[in-house]
Structures are given as structure tokens and as C-alpha cells.
């Protein structure tokens, strides 16, 4: 189902991928820095999710700008919410690189206010990019260290934007339950050179779907 949510003066494309039976939970999942809703990966693990009985709605945000993307991130959440058509127990957030960061930076954001009404109730990033290549010194971890709902890493081992030893030593530090799934020899964009794309797929939708049942009564 596509639809238009307000942002601002203008609107973000979105689609829901709507489950069968009435859903109680859903998934707001946005796109990296590159490309938008319509990525194969966000498609596919929207497919997924739906079959499984989970909403998914994912969205464009074209910005390259991190406060931008999360507050158009916001947008979504308050949509979602307030949406009729779907009344939902609760929502996940999740993003794909940089729209994880933007998801984390939501979650950290509506933690620390007054209106915290326990909607969100986790945390997805897929290829969360904790430093730029080959900089290591500076990782983007500020929010992930504040954050207190559960959060899943699904992350390459060979990802040159998320160093396996360096995502662990934050993982270590932070308050939240947390997991991280590391897909062997994958690369920020997910890619195995033995392996084809959807059978990549397959096991980070597998695994996302399996966490998100351990965190919620489906």
C-alpha cells in the first residue's frame, strides 16, 4: 500500500507491506545514505516480515544529512502511531548504514523526552556504519551508548565501515540488551563473493525475524 507521510512542508514516499491477519507490531525501515525504499535488501526483508505476520513500513528520506533523516524519521514514527488503519502495541525502528544511525539517533531522542509511551520497543541496523572508511579513530557510537530498548547489529565481518573488533568493544559498553550477527566475509553492502545476494538475504531476514520474536510475543 503506498501512501504519502507529511513532513514539513512536503511529503516522504512510503509503502506499507501489510501481514494477512491484523498485525499488533510493526517495522519503520529506512534506506543507507545511497538509494532508497525500493533497495533490494529493504524489499526483501519487508516481504519477509509481512509473510511473517509483521507490518513493515519502509520509506524514502533523500537527505545525506543525519539530524535531516532523523527527523523525517520522526515524522514516520508520529504517523504511524496516530495511523487508523493499523493499530499497533508497537513499533521497531530500523535502517540499512546510515538509516540505522538515523533510527538510533530517534530512539535516543524520544528516550529522553517526556513522551517516552513505550511504542518503540527496539532497535534493527543493518550495516550500522560506526566510522567512515579506513577512520577508525572517530566512531559514531553516541547514541548507541545512551539507548536502553533492545537492539540487533546485523553486520558484515569484512564491512570496512564497521570493524568487527570495534563494534564488539561498543556492543560491550552499552546499557541495552543487544545482539550482533555477523554475516561471514560480507562487506558493507552485504555482499559475499561466494554467496549469491538472495541467499544473503535469506539469513539476515531470517535473522532479524527470529530476534524480533524473542522480543515480542508474536
Known amino acids: 500500500v503506498k501512501v504519502k507521510i507529511?513532513?514539513?512542508?512536503?511529503?516522504?514516499?512510503?509503502i506499507f507491506s501489510v501481514p494477512e491477519k491484523k498485525p499488533t507490531y510493526g517495522v519503520i525501515l529506512t534506506h543507507g545514505a545511497g538509494g532508497d525504499m525500493n533497495f533490494p535488501h529493504l524489499v526483501s526483508l519487508a516481504a519477509y516480515l509481512a509473510s511473517h505476520g509483521v507490518l513493515c513500513l519502509?520509506?524514502?528520506?533523500?537527505?545525506?544529512?543525519?539530524a535531516y533523516r532523523t527527523k523525517a524519521f520522526k515524522a514516520v514514527v508520529e504517523y504511524l502511531k496516530l495511523c487508523d488503519d493499523y493499530k499497533l502495541s508497537g513499533v521497531f525502528l530500523a535502517g540499512r548504514s546510515m538509516g540505522?544511525?538515523?533510527?538510533?539517533?530517534v530512539i535516543r531522542q524520544l528516550s529522553q523526552g517526556d513522551d517516552d509511551d513505550g511504542f518503540i520497543q527496539g532497535l534493527v541496523c543493518l550495516s550500522y556504519p560506526l566510522h567512515r572508511p579506513k577512520l577508525q579513530s572517530k566512531l559514531r557510537d553516541e547514541d548507541l551508548l545512551l539507548i536502553t530498548c533492545p537492539v540487533l547489529f546485523v553486520s558484515g565481518s569484512a564491512d570496512e565501515m564497521c570493524e568487527k573488533q570495534l563494534l564488539e568493544g561498543v556492543v560491550s559498553k552499552m546499557k541495552a540488551p543487544k545482539k550482533i550477527h555477523w554475516i561471514d566475509k560480507a562487506n558493507h553492502g552485504m555482499a559475499v563473493k561466494e554467496r549469491t545476494a538472495d541467499d544473503v538475504m535469506e539469513e539476515v531476514n531470517a535473522?532479524?525475524?527470529?530476534?524480533?520474536?524473542?522480543n515480542i510475543q508474536l
Open 6 to 14: 507529511p513532513f514539513g512542508n512536503k511529503y516522504l514516499d512510503a
Open 58 to 66: 519502509r520509506f524514502t528520506c533523500k537527505g545525506l544529512n543525519v
Open 100 to 105: 540505522s544511525r538515523a533510527a538510533a539517533s
Open 207 to 214: 535473522q532479524v525475524f527470529s530476534w524480533l520474536r524473542e
